[in-house]
């Protein structure tokens, strides 16, 4: 484009004209049909008329009642189109005012009426379509898309995840039967998944039976990560079976990938159906990732569902269709809404500036949507440099407490980087190993019996029965052998140097002077490796005394300690495992930190209403059911010491087994076979401390010097029917047993006047309990929104301030130290301009001349960040560059000038649609150099000497498109990087200099291009 046409009054259009032509289907059989995506445009036109008066947009929609597949649509409605376009296209083409659009959602018929977009110059926006072919950006030069299921973006995260965590052996289950996107999908990421990697892939159709518990036991002899591209539904009847296999303990992750949700229906990827299996399943879901985009694809920027109510509510208004049950909203009515909006910043920015050569093309409005973000009232919306829109894609997990979405890493879409934002929740090893210790067979020579066994017989009766008792013996040793493996995993050991004391970030948690923890069995808060609390308790001191490294318990210790860290209960306080001190003597319990600290402690301090005391008592029962029905079976020191109570007021029963272990890492003997009458008495005597607040009955021989009377007063009418119960646990009655808690819990519930059957109604709690965690959960939600915020706007200020100064600077400066300026013996510095820049914008508006001069700089900064270079300044088009300096890197200055010339250049050359005649001219100089900060209030990093001078004119002497080298930079060239292509100017005169021999950069013989 040339001045003259930029500025011809004949386009100065006050009104800019844009008809965008749809074609869709109307029946809601598809997610492009009209009345999914009918309400979008309404919305969006309606929004865009407001806020731009200055663009008349209007709409064509080309349907037909007939139209109910794609095949109608490729069959009938291509042709349609392409009359309709060929129509107003000669009247469009005529009028500067007037723009055709094509825009729609549907599907693959955008196929069809590619080339016809191409031919036609028209530019085309999707919100569904994204294939393969499209994304070639020489065949669809006018195609932009916002949908969200770019394949690129989920493979990548696909990719990532197996490049983190070493998993190089890797199964992919695809459902042929169930969307056919999900096929698609394997077969774009299996050509990027599998270099270096086994992955094995297993084809299956779920409108068909399949066998999954053959399809697992054949995987599981190749892998322990399993990828599931089908239908939710599909996905829990794996679950199921893969529980009923027992592969679901955390040594085996099943990852599911969700380009977007169908169905709210109960189920739909969540372990809550209201069947049977809907606690195995929940507990299956503890071993899943949950790969999708974040919450805004649908349009809930700010956590709620208004656009989705306002999109469903026009449908059923505007195209009498109403939204199934358990139907959710796809992503393309927000995809939609946004193109409109992203179309019409475009358009209103091209018309504010009258770029007429612009608008009118299709290819040259499309370049104007690459590579860059688009704010939207549903959020932010970043197109990738071949026009498909790269969405937020999250790993998520579900919540073990809340069975709510967890975020554990987020993919950037700016840069395709995978981003870890929470610790997983995971019932083993995190992350789990891509190959068991054992090996996938449990043959791996670690773990194989080495020596060979001679056999002697003496008779054919001997021999039979030596070979039986082998066989016999080698099946035992087999099966102790791959449990010792287990237990040689040493997940439970926790060095002292991850634990630091609460007040001082730099003391160890167990340093040898802490004698404060001998004797004193009472838990102490402490932080772990992420700053989280922990209790920290004194478990015993060693017989023998050892390092952290090499303290090892004894096998019976090492089942009792893996027993413990597999128990995991709401009502259970979490056992992390034992570290040792400093000084090798003692050796302490490491659990969960809770908040509100021990029982007794909290009841004298505050007056609980009945509801708290009842949902109390019912969390101490849970609690002790789940440790008589788990492989420790019994306490052993229960108390009301060591019950705890959390933030959200749950009672949690810790030090579970600590007496027991502590016995067994001492070598003491002892007798464990009265722990469960303790346990029952002592659940008697905390549920009396919970009805009457005192620590009248905390022991049993203060329960029994009371008397009946002594009692009586404290005890609440409410609870009048409990007590005795309670009587009967205490004084070890035969009727009630802790093997029987089920029978005691249903006792209480029935004494409280509770509907009998289940612990779990317990309506009367729920109120008061809910009210505490919804506002507890809220004060959270608060503090974490509030600190992330300020973390992101110190972060911020961080990266702008490096892009002012060097990092060693801003350090310097914020001690308040001035940095000292620097003498840099060799340099090689930079500078471009525009050539042909100043004529064109004496005939420009200044608004047009920001927006490119913008553009160009941030694809140049964008250049600059694959190179070992700093940038100096920008002054109107002039820009500098320099290597070597602020940091030394020997003679690679040179080279890294050089290629950024080249990379320059190239980044130049696609701005040319913007102003015609303009081009890059570079010179570059190498020399010694001072550098330093000038300035208090708005400093700046200077460089200094005749060689930024000498730079400056050998730009000054350049020619378009010409990259121009000084003597010094020739030099330097040939001796060290001969790869790069000279061509001598020859002697010139320049300004200041005299009679100067130059050069002229030509070509470099090196991979330029692996910078991209």
């Known amino acids: ?590 659990s969960d930190f809770v908040q509100r600290g021990a029982l007794t402690s909290l009841l004298p301090q505050m007056t609980l209403d009945y509801d708290l005391q009842i949902a109390l008592i019912f969390d101490v029962l849970k609690g002790v059911k789940a440790i008589v029905q788990s492989s420790i079976r019994y306490h052993g020191n229960l108390s009301s010491q060591c019950c705890y109570v959390d933030k959200h007021f749950t009672l949690k029963i810790g030090e579970t087994g600590f007496n027991k272990l502590r016995k067994l890492i001492s070598q003491e003997t002892a007798d464990f076979t009265d722990g469960n009458n303790r346990d029952i008495r002592a659940v008697g005597l905390i549920l009396l401390h919970v009805i009457t607040f005192e620590d009248r009955f905390a022991s049993l021989e203060k329960f029994k010097s009371t008397t009946n009377e002594q009692s009586q007063d404290s005890i609440p009418p409410k609870f009048s029917k409990v007590v005795p119960l309670l009587k009967q646990c205490v004084e070890g009655s035969s009727a009630t047993t802790i093997s029987d808690m089920s029978s005691l819990t249903r006792k209480v519930t029935a004494a409280v006047g509770l509907n009998a059957g289940r612990m779990e109604d317990t309506h009367l709690l729920e109120r008061i309990i809910r009210r505490l965690e919804n506002y507890t959960m809220e004060l959270d939600h608060q503090v974490a929104v509030r600190t992330i915020a300020l973390v992101d706007e110190q972060r911020k200020c961080d990266i702008l301030l490096r892009e002012m100064l060097p990092t060693k600077h801003i350090d310097l400066l914020r001690k308040g130290t001035v940095p000292e300026p620097e003498t840099f013996g060799l340099a090689t510095i930079l500078f471009t301009e525009i050539g042909g820049f100043k004529e064109v914008v004496k005939n420009s508006k200044p608004a047009f001349v920001m927006m490119f001069l913008n553009d160009v700089y941030t694809a140049f900064d964008t250049v600059l960040s694959r190179f070992d270079v700093y940038k100096v300044e920008t002054i109107k088009d002039s820009y500098m560059v320099v290597s070597g300096i602020p940091l030394r890197n020997g003679h690679a200055h040179g080279k890294e000038i050089c290629e950024l010339a080249f990379c320059l250049l190239d980044a130049y050359s696609s701005f040319g649609v913007l102003f015609d005649g303009t081009s890059l001219r570079s010179g570059i100089h190498t020399g010694s150099c001072a550098a330093g900060v000038v300035g208090h209030k708005a400093p700046r990093y200077c460089l200094f000497g005749d060689t930024v001078n000498t730079a400056s004119r050998m730009l000054m002497y350049s020619d378009d498109s010409r990259i121009h080298i000084s003597e010094s930079t020739f030099t330097l060239l040939k001796e060290h990087f001969p790869e790069f292509q000279t061509e001598r100017r020859g002697t010139i005169e320049i300004k200041g200099k005299g009679s100067v021999t130059t050069y002229w950069l030509a070509t470099a013989q090196l991979s330029v291009n692996s910078r991209k």
């Open 1 to 590: 484009m040339n001045e003259s046409t930029l500025v011809n009054s004949t386009y100065l259009c006050s009104v800019l004209n844009i008809e965008i032509v749809t074609l869709t289907i109307i029946q809601p059989v598809l997610l492009g049909a009209l009345t999914y995506l009918g309400p979008a445009y309404i919305k969006g036109l309606q929004r865009t008329r407001q806020r731009h008066p200055s663009l008349n947009i209007t709409q064509t929609v080309l349907w037909d009642p007939s139209y109910r597949t794609c095949q109608d649509l490729q069959a009938d409605g291509v042709n349609k189109i392409t009359a309709h376009v060929a129509k107003t296209y000669k009247s469009s083409n005529s009028d500067p005012c007037f723009i055709t659009v094509l825009m729609w959602g549907g599907c693959s018929e955008v196929l069809e009426i590619n080339p016809i977009a191409r031919e036609l110059d028209l530019f085309m926006l999707t919100s569904v379509a994204s294939m393969p072919d499209l994304r070639k950006k020489r065949l669809s030069p006018t195609w932009i898309t916002t949908t969200v299921n770019s394949m690129l973006t989920y493979v990548n995260v696909y990719v990532e995840l197996a490049r983190m965590f070493s998993w190089t052996s890797l199964a992919i289950i695809t459902d042929n039967g169930a969307n056919p996107y999900f096929p698609q999908l394997v077969d774009s990421m299996y050509p990027q998944i599998s270099p270096g990697r086994q992955v094995y892939r297993e084809n299956i159709n779920t409108k068909e039976a399949v066998d999954f518990r053959k399809i697992l036991l054949h995987l599981n002899s190749f892998t322990r990560i399993f990828i599931y591209m089908g239908d939710p539904t599909g996905f829990r009847k794996l679950l199921l079976k893969a529980t009923e296999l027992n592969l679901t303990n955390g040594e085996h992750v099943y990852v599911i990938g969700t380009p977007f949700r169908f169905s709210a229906e109960p189920g739909y990827l969540h372990w809550k159906k209201n069947d049977t299996d809907d606690e195995v399943v929940q507990l299956a879901y503890r071993s899943v990732l949950i790969i999708e985009p974040d919450g805004s694809v649908y349009g809930r920027t700010d956590g709620s569902d208004t656009f989705s109510l306002e999109m469903k509510n026009l449908s059923k208004t505007e195209y009498n269709y109403t939204y199934r049950p358990y139907e959710l909203m796809s992503p393309h009515p927000a995809s939609t809404y946004a193109g409109l909006m992203m179309l019409a910043q475009v358009m209103e920015n091209l018309r504010s500036v009258n770029a007429y050569e612009i608008w009118s093309s299709g290819r040259k409005t499309a370049k104007l949507f690459l590579n860059r973000s688009f704010e939207t009232d549903v959020g932010r919306f970043y197109i990738d440099p071949v026009g498909e829109r790269i969405p937020t894609v999250q790993v998520n997990q579900l919540d073990w407490n809340t069975s709510q979405i967890r975020t554990l890493f987020v993919q950037d879409p700016a840069d395709l980087r995978v981003h870890a934002v929470n610790a997983p929740q995971w019932p083993g090893i995190w992350p789990p190993l891509n190959e068991p210790k054992c090996g996938f067979r449990g043959d791996a020579s670690s773990c194989t019996p080495k020596g060979n066994t001679d056999l002697y017989a003496g008779s054919g009766g001997g021999v039979v029965a030596l070979i039986i008792l082998i066989i016999l013996g080698v099946f035992r040793f087999s099966r102790h052998t791959a449990y010792d493996a287990l237990l040689n995993i040493d997940s439970w050991r926790i060095e002292p140097v991850v634990l630091r004391a609460v007040g001082d970030t730099n003391q160890v948690l167990i340093p040898k002077n802490l004698s404060e923890l001998v004797g004193n069995t009472k838990p102490v808060a402490m932080k772990y490796a992420n700053d989280q609390l922990v209790w920290v308790t004194l478990a015993t001191k060693l017989p023998i005394p050892s390092t952290a490294k090499t303290f090892r318990p004894n096998r019976i210790a090492l089942v009792m300690i893996n027993h413990l860290r597999r128990l995991d209960h709401p009502s259970i306080n979490r056992f992390l495992g034992l570290t040792v001190s400093d000084s090798g003597l003692h050796v302490y319990f490491v």
